[in-house]
T-cell receptor, first 118, second 107 residues
Framework: DGGITQSPKYLFRKEGQNVTLSCEQN?????MYWYRQDPGQGLRLIYYSQIVNDFQKGDIAEGYSVSREKKESFPLTVTSAQKNPTAFYLC?????FGLGLVSYNEQFFGPGTRLTVL | GQQVMQIPQYQHVQEGEDFTTYCNSS?????IQWYKQRPGGHPVFLIQLVKSGEVKKQKRLTFQFGEAKKNSSLHITATQTTDVGTYFC???????FGKGTMLLVSP
C-alpha cells in the first residue's frame, strides 16, 4: 500500500530530552512537510523540504531540526530548546512543492504523532 | 506575513441544514486548498482552486474562490452526520493554513 507513515502514534518524553519523530513515504513525492497542531490553532508549518538534501524553515522552526537524506524520509527532532513541545505533529508530502506556483500540490498527511512532554 | 483567517471557528447544525465556512487572506493567493479532518484523524485533501472566481462542486459541497483571489468559501448543502469534522483552508503564496471551522451535526 502506498502512503505516508508516522511512528509512534503516542510518545512521551521527559522535559529537557530531545526526541525524534519519524515520517516515511513511499509515494515517490519530492516535497515533504512537518506541521504542528494545537487545539484551536489549526496547522502551523515547522519545516518543509522541496527535494532531497534541502529543507527550509516554516513559521515556527525554532526549537526543531530536520534532515532529508533520503527521498522517502523526513525525520523531525524536537529539541530541548522548544519551549512548548507538547502537541500533535503531522507530516505530509506532495508530488512537488507548489509554493507560489499554479501547480498540483495536494498534500497527503500521515496519521500524526501525539507528543507529550512531562 | 500572510495571514489566513477562517470563520466561524465552530458551528453546530441540525442534520439537513446548510453550512458555510469562509476563508480570508491578507494577501493575494496563487491558489487555495481545502482539507477535512475528522475527529481524531488527519487532514484529507478535498479540493484545490486556482482561478479567480472559480467555483467547483463535489456532490453537496460547493467551493468558491473570490475574484480578487483573497477569499474562499466552502458550502455544504443539507448536512449529514458524516460531514462532522474540522474544515481547513490552506492559502498558497506562503503556505498558510486557517485555524479551521469545526462542524458538529446533530441528527
Amino acid at each position: 500500500d502506498g502512503g505516508i507513515t508516522q511512528s509512534p502514534k503516542y510518545l512521551f518524553r521527559k522535559e529537557g530530552q530531545n526526541v525524534t519523530l519519524s515520517c516515511e513515504q513511499n509515494l515517490n513525492h519530492d516535497a515533504m512537510y512537518w506541521y504542528r497542531q494545537d487545539p484551536g490553532q489549526g496547522l502551523r508549518l515547522i519545516y518543509y523540504s522541496q527535494i532531497v538534501n534541502d529543507f527550509q524553515k516554516g513559521d515556527i522552526a525554532e526549537g526543531y531540526s530536520v534532515s532529508r537524506e533520503k527521498k522517502e524520509s523526513f525525520p523531525l527532532t524536537v529539541t530541548s530548546a522548544q519551549k512548548n513541545p507538547t502537541a500533535f505533529y503531522l507530516c505530509a508530502s506532495s508530488i512537488i512543492f507548489g509554493l507560489g506556483l499554479v501547480s498540483y500540490n495536494e498534500q497527503f498527511f500521515g496519521p500524526g504523532t501525539r507528543l507529550t512532554v512531562l | 506575513g500572510q495571514q489566513v483567517m477562517q470563520i466561524p471557528q465552530y458551528q453546530h447544525v441540525q442534520e439537513g441544514e446548510d453550512f458555510t465556512t469562509y476563508c480570508n487572506s491578507s494577501t493575494t493567493l496563487s491558489n487555495i486548498q481545502w482539507y477535512k479532518q475528522r475527529p481524531g484523524g488527519h487532514p484529507v485533501f478535498l479540493i484545490q482552486l486556482v482561478k479567480s472566481g472559480e467555483v467547483k462542486k463535489q456532490k453537496r459541497l460547493t467551493f468558491q474562490f473570490g475574484e480578487a483571489k483573497k477569499n474562499s468559501s466552502l458550502h455544504i448543502t443539507a448536512t449529514q452526520t458524516t460531514d462532522v469534522g474540522t474544515y481547513f483552508c490552506a492559502g498558497y503564496s506562503t503556505l498558510t493554513f486557517g485555524k479551521g471551522t469545526m462542524l458538529l451535526v446533530s441528527p
